[in-house]
């Protein structure tokens, strides 16, 4: 089976863990503020901090822009399901914003329209998650004016962003949001196994997600209500979490962002190659806007409208002829516990076309051209 997405794992990164085994410090030691540091070096942020998910960092980076009940999120219906439960971990509710079909991105004439009538009935978001789908950056620019005109912040997922840029900047240098997350699960672009980061330019956005990501608790003295009583001292000043980064992680981490540009760019060659060779069948790959280049996390097409609901039988064909295709995502708002809590089939209409027809190929930088070749010759005898 050729899988849609694997990690590359060199001996470097093999050597780099097996030294942290045979170190001081599993956890909390040297590695972890150097691969942060790092993060900062290669997407231009202030201030990084390091965690054991990007569940953990989307959920922290709420809590750090104070999202508690009574508040709204609003994020795209197409995404993984994290980047809407993170506000129900707080206890704030969740709101959707429907797709542009072309990207697959939330689209910034729906979050406008949204935000109108909910300035009207005096229910603006505290917080709009914009996703990054695939790895190709929403219209950050847009999105960023229309946090100014109706004061929410802006967390980035940037789950599969990694590596990519703005028309001017990094992704990750959030020069268009307060806070971006960065996902390193091994189907992501570089991997620490579990693990995430959330990146800030605000000193004081940076301090609450350090103190939230290790249970509230410092030991800086400036911080400290009391007085220290003696250098054992530290003290609880919020209620916090456990979602720290091991020292395994961290240095797996650093070895892998060593080669984050070459990573992208094979994806890009890969991409590029796929265009061109799904050109002439009835499927369309997602737009990525040309001003910006894409992490390129996943390479998703659109069957054609005109062959109606065929998407099960193409998926069930290409898994047969040892095609690991996957589909990305179902919508947020179609799930059962989602909804539970009110939203049904029908209320997002572009993101649940999206869906019908979404099928991802197969996108990882080792895969080769004969690979990807059965890939596209499997997905032609595959189409109806
Ligand atoms: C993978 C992913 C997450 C969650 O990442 P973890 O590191 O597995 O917690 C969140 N959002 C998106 C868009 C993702 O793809």
Not at 70 to 81: H, K, L, N, R, Y
Not at 305 to 322: I, T
Request: net charge negative.
């Amino acid at each position: 089976m050729i899988p849609y997405g694997r990690q590359d794992i060199s001996q470097e990164d093999v050597d780099a863990v097996v030294d942290v085994l045979g170190s001081d410090y599993l956890t909390q030691g040297p590695r972890v503020p150097m691969f942060e540091q790092a993060l900062c070096d290669s997407s231009d942020a202030r201030f990084a901090t390091v965690m054991n998910s990007a569940t953990s960092a989307l959920h922290v980076a709420c809590l750090a822009l104070d999202v508690g009940p009574g508040d709204e999120v609003w994020t795209s219906p197409i995404t993984f399901v994290a980047s809407a439960n993170c506000a129900l971990y707080c206890g704030a509710s969740v709101g959707f914003v429907d797709i542009d079909p072309q990207t697959g991105n939330m689209s910034v004439d729906a979050l406008e329209e949204r935000l109108i009538a909910a300035e009207r009935d005096g229910r603006l978001p505290k917080v709009v998650i914009p996703v990054h789908l695939g790895g190709n950056p929403c219209d950050m620019p847009a999105i960023h004016r229309l946090a100014r005109r109706y004061g929410f912040s802006v967390i980035e997922d940037a789950s599969h962003a990694i590596g990519g840029s703005y028309a001017d900047g990094r992704v990750g240098s959030c020069r268009y949001s307060d806070i971006t997350v960065f996902s390193f699960h091994p189907v992501k672009i570089v991997t620490t196994a579990e693990g995430g980061a959330a990146l800030t330019n605000s000193e004081d956005l940076a301090e609450k997600i350090r103190l939230l990501h290790t249970h509230g608790i410092t030991r800086d003295e400036d911080r400290m209500q009391g007085p220290s009583q003696g250098l054992w001292y530290y003290e609880q000043i919020a209620l916090g979490f456990n979602y720290r980064m091991t020292e395994l992680q961290a240095a797996l981490g650093l070895t892998q962002l060593k080669r984050l540009d070459d990573f992208v760019s094979a994806r890009h060659v890969l991409a590029r190659r796929y265009d061109e060779m799904i050109d002439p069948l009835p499927v369309s790959p997602l737009r990525r806007n040309v001003d910006c280049y894409s992490g390129l996390h996943l390479y998703v097409i659109q069957i054609d409208d005109e062959l109606g609901d065929c998407r099960a039988e193409v998926f069930a064909r290409l898994r047969a002829s040892g095609i690991g295709v996957n589909v990305h995502y179902i919508p947020v708002h179609t799930q059962p516990f989602y909804a539970r809590l009110g939203f049904s089939t029908g209320d997002y209409p572009a993101a649940e076309n999206y869906y019908r027809r979404a099928i991802s190929l197969p996108m990882y930088h080792t895969l080769s051209s004969e690979e990807q070749d059965q890939v596209v010759s499997a997905l032609r005898h595959a189409l109806p």
